[in-house]
């Protein structure tokens, strides 16, 4: 290899080794700069700049953005501090013994996957859990019903059904959807309910900033820049060369980070609707758990193992987790019909 390829193989080396722990690091220091800093200038400067200083529309405008802006925020303090890890129990190991005798078919003792792949071709859907065993002695791979209770090697305890362990958190999750790292933790049985509105709210906050914002830009700014300038690198050089002021390339930065937010919010505002309507974890359609049936379940019901049976617009407004619990207990899944 020549020394670009070494560079680009090191390269890649470091991103996969050191990338999620750097990721984990600055994302919540970029999104509350965002909105602790985007929410400081505009109602400093931009507000006033659109719709004239003490304006009713003016007031009004303050008055939502920072109503979204502290949901949001509020949302995202339950959502990195409340936690859907999974404790080893003796009550939950009994909950496993009752799991085993009331669903033989999915025992926690697993088959060997090599021996079995070839005459069991499920074993390589999401109909089964595969787990690699690294021994003195050699690799071994067990397959296991995705339903059964299921070893996690790290933590050397049994865990239930939909329970995922984590390398960021270095913890088993209860029904593991990801891991978020605007929020430095895993998205999971209770503080789902803190994703989906903390992105409903970025979602609307965002939308409503954004042309705004654009055009404080276009009006305010455009004169002494560049077209260069809005590219943000070549924006950040002429900073750190001193040609361009801090302010401008502070706006810049904002304009592309809220647009990230957009487009990120969005998306996983719709995802996460769609995947609780299917009854299923992003995790389980990445991974294409074919074995997860909820046809048993009505809408409602699929809704209130995340958001609980008291009414959901409350979840939007106040954090509701100590009243309303998910209707699921993250353990037993007695409601769910497993094939």
Same mark, same amino acid.
């Given at each position: 290899?020549?020394?670009?390829?070494?560079?680009?193989?090191?390269?890649?080396?470091?991103?996969? $080794?050191?990338?999620?722990?750097?990721?984990?690091?600055?994302?919540?220091?970029?999104?509350? @700069?965002?909105?602790?800093?985007?929410?400081?200038?505009?109602?400093?400067?931009?507000?006033?700049?659109?719709?004239?200083?003490?304006?009713?529309?003016?007031?009004?405008?303050?008055?939502?953005?920072?109503?979204?802006?502290?949901?949001?925020?509020? @949302?995202?303090?339950?959502?990195?501090?409340?936690?859907?890890?999974?404790?080893?129990?003796?009550?939950?190991?009994?909950?496993?013994?009752?799991?085993? $005798?009331?669903?033989?078919?999915?025992?926690?003792?697993?088959?060997?996957?090599?021996?079995?792949?070839?005459?069991?071709?499920?074993?390589?859907?999401?109909?089964?859990?595969?787990?690699?065993?690294?021994?003195?002695?050699?690799?071994?791979?067990?397959?296991?019903?995705?339903?059964?209770?299921?070893?996690?090697?790290?933590?050397?305890?049994?865990?239930?059904?939909?329970?995922?362990?984590?390398?960021?958190?270095?913890?088993?999750?209860?029904?593991?959807?990801?891991?978020?790292?605007?929020?430095?933790?895993?998205?999971?049985?209770? @503080?789902?309910?803190?994703?989906?509105?903390?992105?409903?709210?970025?979602?609307?906050?965002?939308?409503?900033?954004?042309?705004?914002?654009?055009? !404080?830009?276009?009006?305010?700014?455009?004169?002494?820049?560049?077209?260069?300038?809005?590219?943000?690198?070549?924006?950040?050089?002429?900073?750190?060369?001193?040609?361009?002021?801090? !302010?401008?390339?502070?706006?810049?930065?904002?304009?592309?980070?809220?647009?990230?937010?957009?487009?990120?919010?969005?998306?996983?505002? !719709?995802?996460?609707?769609?995947?609780?309507?299917?009854?299923?974890?992003?995790?389980?359609?990445?991974?294409?758990?074919?074995?997860?049936?909820?046809?048993?379940?009505?809408?409602?019901?699929?809704?209130?193992?995340?958001?609980?049976?008291?009414?959901?617009?409350? @979840?939007?407004?106040?954090?509701?987790?100590?009243?309303?619990?998910?209707?699921?207990?993250?353990?037993?899944?007695?409601?769910?019909?497993?094939?």
């Amino acid at each position: 290899m020549n020394l670009k390829q070494r560079c680009i193989v090191k390269f890649k080396v470091f991103c996969n $080794k050191h990338g999620p722990t750097i990721l984990n690091f600055i994302s919540p220091l970029w999104f509350l @700069n965002c909105v602790i800093g985007t929410n400081y200038v505009a109602d400093t400067i931009i507000w006033d700049y659109l719709y004239g200083a003490g304006t009713w529309m003016s007031l009004t405008i303050k008055c939502i953005s920072t109503f979204m802006s502290l949901e949001m925020i509020i @949302n995202w303090i339950f959502l990195c501090t409340v936690r859907s890890t999974y404790v080893n129990t003796e009550d939950n190991n009994r909950k496993r013994l009752e799991h085993e $005798k009331n669903f033989p078919q999915f025992n926690s003792d697993g088959i060997l996957y090599e021996e079995n792949k070839e005459r069991r071709p499920t074993l390589g859907t999401g109909t089964w859990s595969v787990i690699t065993h690294h021994k003195p002695e050699g690799v071994t791979r067990t397959a296991y019903p995705y339903w059964s209770w299921k070893p996690c090697i790290v933590c050397s305890f049994h865990k239930p059904p939909r329970c995922h362990h984590c390398p960021m958190c270095n913890e088993c999750v209860l029904k593991r959807d990801h891991h978020c790292f605007f929020a430095r933790q895993c998205i999971g049985l209770y @503080n789902q309910r803190f994703f989906v509105v903390f992105n409903f709210w970025s979602t609307c906050l965002t939308v409503l900033v954004a042309p705004q914002i654009i055009y !404080y830009t276009y009006s305010a700014l455009w004169p002494t820049m560049s077209i260069g300038d809005l590219f943000l690198p070549w924006t950040l050089m002429r900073f750190i060369l001193g040609f361009t002021p801090f !302010y401008t390339f502070y706006i810049i930065l904002q304009v592309y980070s809220i647009i990230f937010f957009i487009l990120t919010a969005g998306t996983f505002l !719709y995802e996460q609707i769609k995947c609780i309507d299917m009854g299923l974890t992003s995790f389980e359609t990445d991974n294409k758990a074919d074995d997860i049936k909820t046809e048993c379940k009505s809408r409602y019901e699929k809704f209130a193992c995340v958001f609980g049976r008291r009414p959901i617009i409350i @979840n939007f407004l106040i954090p509701f987790h100590w009243m309303s619990p998910p209707a699921d207990d993250g353990i037993s899944w007695d409601t769910m019909k497993k094939e």
